[in-house]
């Protein structure tokens, strides 16, 4: 009996960090980020594809040069506000997964008004599309609020259920009624009214649209309030504690609703400036790419930071975007999806690394 | 309870002053004046292990509670609850959290302590009430602290 119970010689033994160095916070996700690689690179082997010709040609469509890194930058834009979206509701552990129906309706919103003042100069027209998108975003998140605070409804559930109607409601709109939003003209294939030209976003950089640049404002104004506001400092509180919010005189339930609206607002801006940048129309198919979810791996990747998040999302856009080059060399688009998944995966596990340190100790040197 | 373990100290010690000037200006707070104000409360109050950004989670038992009453006393309350302030905590820390509390009522603090340490309640009540049930049992003049008697009226033995 005491034989088996023998401890080895030596063994490896856990240390609580007290704060991880910049260096660990750094390296830590770089390591997952290769450790994902490596996992990615096996199934392309098996696949009978070469691994280091699929990373140099992510690469080159990703980041390569001014056309393909517009292109990611485009495709970012709208995956920086539903991170932020999810960072901000999050980090008071409020679970909003809907973001992909607050973009929906946002989109909704933005396009109606957009075709109802056609007439409108544009520095009146944009501001009003975008305040539009968010005030969309910010109600379909409210439902979800109201129910959470005064019916203890789970905001998991009622987020997604929000995003099914949001998904049909703007499939009817276009493709199940001659709505407001519908292109008369088009019958075969339905397609979305055009909003008038004045209302598209200004472009700066080829193709690359203004939206991007106020993706990236939002994030600083986010970071900014997060930690200078009384309302940051509320969300922490009670995120860490809500005991501890309401000891101290805060109330739950009026920031319950203000986080959720903001995150729902912040979506809705996706919506909005993917209408006004890039679809110029109410385009079903385009809104319907799962967006709200990635922007929940970018946020999480980034550990809620809404700073950090913005370049996560630029990289995680560069993986998608990289998809169809991939495919013309036969490789299939559900090994970028594989890549994104593990690399979730291993920052999520790689976490644990940052709270706590492995030491290698001598048998009778373990405290 | 009134303490958020994953944030910092120096967030936990504001808790109370974050609504007031000088640490809010408006719908803004300044982190300033918060490390300002934590930092003389570390130093008044000799709370050992903190540094501004760490979780408050992982200092030592003591230390937590010099914390919490550092903030509450700082916020000049007339009346201060303090139940079973030293439960868990070892000798030395008993005693620092004790002479706290002891120098407080001293500077004029109204403390109510409860408390089923009778050596604390000795060492540090000016009136001892028993309580049973929820009811109070009776009253003992502290010059004349008996444990026998206080034992037999915690058990219920004094109730009419």
Known sequence: ?367 | MGLASGLSLKDNLALKAYRRAPISRGPFISQKEIRKMSARLVSEYDIRGGRDELPIGLLSGGNLQRSIIAREISENPDVLLAASPTRGLDLAATDSVRRLLADAAEDGLGILLISEDLDEIRALADRIVVMFEGEIVGEIDPDEFDLEIIGLMMAGAGRS
């Open chain 1, 1 to 367: 009996m005491s034989t088996a119970l023998d401890a080895p010689k030596a063994r490896l033994h856990l240390e609580a960090r007290e704060r991880a160095s910049l260096t660990v916070r750094i390296v830590v996700p770089i390591v997952s980020i290769l450790i994902a690689s490596i996992f990615t690179s096996i199934a392309m082997v098996i696949d009978g594809h070469s691994p280091i010709d699929a990373f140099v040609e992510i690469y080159h469509s990703a980041f390569g040069g001014k056309n393909p890194l517009v292109r990611t930058l485009l495709l970012s834009t709208p995956l920086i506000f539903t991170a932020l979206a999810a960072a901000v509701a999050f980090r008071m552990k409020i679970w909003n997964i809907g973001g992909d129906g607050q973009l929906m309706m946002g989109a909704v919103a933005a396009s109606g008004i957009a075709i109802f003042l056609s007439g409108a100069p544009f520095w009146i027209l944009i501001p009003v599309i975008l305040i539009a998108g968010s005030l969309g975003g910010l109600l379909w998140a409210g439902v979800a609020a109201v129910l959470k605070v005064f019916f203890k409804t789970d905001e998991v559930i009622t987020t997604l259920m929000l995003t099914f109607i949001a998904s049909h409601y703007m499939e009817y709109l276009i493709f199940g009624s001659f709505s407001y939003w519908r292109d008369p003209e088009s019958s075969t294939y339905a397609t979305g009214k055009a909003i008038p030209e004045v209302a598209e976003l200004p472009r700066f950089w080829g193709r690359l649209h203004i939206g991007f640049l106020i993706a990236v404002g939002a994030g600083l104004l986010v970071w900014w309030a997060l930690k200078s506001s009384r309302w940051g400092y509320e969300t922490r509180v009670i995120g860490d504690s809500p005991t501890a919010g309401r000891y101290a005189g805060m109330s739950v339930s009026k920031n319950i609703i203000i986080v959720l609206c903001v995150s729902g607002a912040l979506a809705g801006l996706a919506g909005a400036v993917e209408v006004v940048g890039i679809n110029h129309a109410l385009q079903p198919t385009a809104l319907q790419t799962g967006v709200g979810f990635t922007g929940i791996i970018a946020a999480s990747i980034a550990r809620m930071h809404p700073l950090m998040l913005i370049p996560v999302a630029v990289f995680l856009s560069g993986l998608v975007s990289s998809g169809t080059s991939l495919q013309q060399m036969g490789i299939p688009i559900d090994i970028v999806l594989l890549l994104q998944g593990l690399v979730l995966l291993f920052v999520a596990a790689g976490e644990f690394f940052l709270h706590y340190r492995v030491r290698y100790a001598p048998r009778g040197e373990v405290a």
